[in-house]
């Protein structure tokens, strides 16, 4: 138990790559091959055709993958106490977070805001997330595992979010924050499972960013986002690189978005269908018990606090924001944890010192952090060197 309590003080560096998957969201995926003669278009023009986009419908198969730059796990899982099986669970805030590493194919069908389905397929095994009206399903055939929830809270997507789910979405945050720190150009056509797109670059016009570039395949028929990548300054492999190999914009069979738990499933309900029964649901902001006593100081950052409406200060604008968090507790000692969970982040992690004092960088292609050995937390999608001239600056 000592063991596994003293293994959990190192956790949050480790969640860094969280907090990048966090900020990339769930984006489908692309082939592109050839050039197609398409009539000229401005920057302009392009957005307005991705905001004028009405598409409702479509059913198809995309691959997205993803490379935040991170080590391999390795025994970092068996060195946190836990397997290195994976999670069985079928709840869809546990499952989909494999899509934040490697390559994945889906399939994706949606019919207006009320139904959509999503399936991650892995071999032979599939897991499916299904939305249909007031029910989100999800289900993995590998465990033979269900996840019900229903009603308004529910997690549905909301009604203006027509194909959650597709590059669409994440275009959309893209564009609805870009501003003076932004350019945004045409770059060409490309071909997009069939479709002919045009392709959308935008970029920061900030130095310290670790985004490189961001890049949209817009369908030159609807406006609609066939294609998402997303490139470091590190270069390499692209982070994000998500993509319709194949799409239908006609509607789907009704039958895509009917679920009924197969015979011998276990069934999990949510937390709406617990509380309509009466069970005991935590507060948002509540702690599992000892996770305060094992991660000294971030209960009252990651729980009281985030309760009550606090939160981070915010450092910076554009796309060299940073998050400042003061934990209140110094930094753990890496030379104390566990051998497997010290090689892991002494392999993403650089020593920096200056007027703030000391500390470690934890980096990755996308979101770096700097956890000062005073207990202080600066987060953002900026480089090491902008992490530290924040600290030095004192704010």
């Known amino acids: 138990m000592a063991e596994t309590r003293k293994a959990s003080r190192f956790i949050v560096p480790v969640a860094v790559a969280g907090v990048a998957a966090a900020t990339i969201g769930l984006v489908p995926a692309l082939a592109a091959s050839g050039d197609p003669d398409l009539p000229e278009i401005t920057a302009q023009q392009l957005i307005e055709k991705i905001a004028a986009s009405d598409t409702q419908t479509l059913s198809g198969t995309f691959k997205i993958s993803t490379d935040l730059g991170l080590p391999a796990l390795g025994g970092l899982a068996s060195g946190l106490g836990g397997t290195d ?14 899509l934040v590493s490697g390559s994945h194919t889906l399939r994706v069908a949606a019919d207006g805001p009320e139904r959509q389905r999503l399936t991650l397929l892995d071999g032979s095994d599939e897991y499916s997330l ?28 909301e009604k203006d979010q027509k194909l959650p789910g597709t590059p669409k979405q994440l275009a959309d945050e893209v564009l609805k924050a870009a501003g003076d720190t932004t350019s945004i150009t045409v770059d060409g056509t490309a071909k997009v499972a069939g479709r002919d797109a045009y ?15 961001v890049k949209i395949a817009v369908d030159a028929a609807n406006g609609t986002p066939l294609k998402f990548t997303l490139s470091s300054v590190e270069g390499g492999k692209p982070v994000v690189d998500a993509g319709f190999t194949k799409v239908d914009f006609g509607k789907p069979a009704a039958s895509e978005f009917t679920f009924t738990a197969p015979k011998g499933a276990k069934v999990t309900e949510g937390a709406a269908e ?12 509540d702690l599992p018990k000892g996770f305060e006593e094992g991660i000294p100081g971030l209960g009252d950052v990651f729980g009281k606090d985030l309760g009550k409406g606090g939160g981070p200060e915010v450092i910076g604008e554009g796309w060299t924001t940073i998050a400042k968090l003061d934990t209140g ?3 753990p000692k890496t030379d104390e944890a566990p051998k497997e969970i010290q090689g892991f982040l002494d392999s993403f992690g650089d020593k920096v010192s200056g007027k703030f004092g000391s500390g470690t960088v934890f980096k990755t292609k996308l979101v770096n952090a700097l956890l000062t050995d005073d207990g202080k937390v600066y987060v953002g999608a900026v480089t090491k060197d902008a992490l530290v001239d924040a600290a030095n600056s004192g704010k």
């Open 85 to 98: 099986g994976g999670s069985a669970s079928a709840d869809p805030s546990e499952k989909l977070t494999e």
């Open 274 to 285: 617990k509380f309509e029964k009466g069970e005991e649901v935590p507060a948002p902001g």
């Open 329 to 331: 507790a110094p930094a």
């Open 199 to 213: 392709q959308l670059v935008i970029k920061p016009k900030q130095s310290g960013s670790t985004v490189e570039s």
């Open 130 to 157: 299904i939305h249909n009206g007031d029910d989100v399903w999800g289900y993995d055939s590998k465990s033979n595992q269900a996840f019900h929830e229903k009603g308004a809270s529910s997690g549905a997507p």
